[in-house]
């Protein structure tokens, strides 16, 4: 696949995904004003969740667009690093929300483990803040990406785990569905974070993990459609 046909995908599907995930979130809003008072404390969390997700990938992947449209990535890596940074905050947040969509979808406390889950996610939130992850470079530094998304994976992972260990006893399907997104999302993430520094066609992977938060969010939207 030449360059230019990578390039030529990535800004049609970021363009597509941004309309979709806002759309999304905006149904989930509209969803949320409508339901009874009883749904509106879990509701609004899984609206904020996925809010989150599309603000910080507005920066990320619209920065991306913007980049690409105007020079290349290489002429803006300052702006690309930037919206790098403000999805990597979001996304550590939507991990600590949906940590908290679990306990009171589950009705469950707060022991050791979910601790150290919301623990990771300000762990990696202070790492982000050291200026040894150069977020103004198109590349970042291998080191440090390793770093801080060893704390997201412990954060994404472990609410998966909470997720499809408790939907499973409880017949929770929805939720089930959402447990076995997040973990095709990692399983599409891995190889990125790992080895696309050395063969950047395996970026193409960020296309399938960012299609299972957004079949995530669908499930989240009929879930909470369907909600009486």
Request: charged fraction near 10%.
């Amino acid at each position: 696949m030449t360059q230019e046909l990578r390039i030529f995908i990535e800004l049609v599907f970021n363009i597509a995904y941004l309309f979709t995930i806002w759309t999304m979130v905006v149904l989930m809003l509209i969803r949320f004003t409508k339901s009874a008072d009883k749904h509106k404390p879990l509701f609004m969390r899984v609206f904020w969740m996925f809010a989150l997700l599309a603000l910080g990938d507005t920066g990320h992947v619209g920065f991306r667009v913007f980049a690409i449209m105007n020079g290349g990535l290489e002429a803006n890596s300052g702006l690309v690093g930037l919206g790098a940074l403000s999805t990597a905050v979001t996304i550590t947040f939507f991990y600590m929300i949906l940590l908290e969509v679990w306990r009171m979808r589950f009705n469950c406390s707060m022991g050791w483990f979910q601790w150290m889950l919301l623990s990771a996610g300000v762990v990696r939130l202070v790492i982000m803040a050291f200026p040894q992850n150069q977020w103004e470079l198109l590349v970042p530094t291998y080191g440090w990406s390793l770093l801080r998304n060893s704390f997201l994976v412990i954060q994404g992972l472990g609410v998966m785990i909470l997720i499809l260990r408790d939907s499973r006893r409880a017949g929770d399907q929805p939720f089930e569905l959402i447990g076995w997104m997040i973990a095709l999302s990692y399983l599409f993430y891995a190889p990125v974070i790992l080895w696309s520094a050395s063969v950047p066609l395996l970026g193409m992977l960020m296309i399938p993990k960012t299609c299972a938060y957004v079949a995530a969010a669908f499930i989240s939207w009929r879930m909470m459609e369907n909600s009486v």
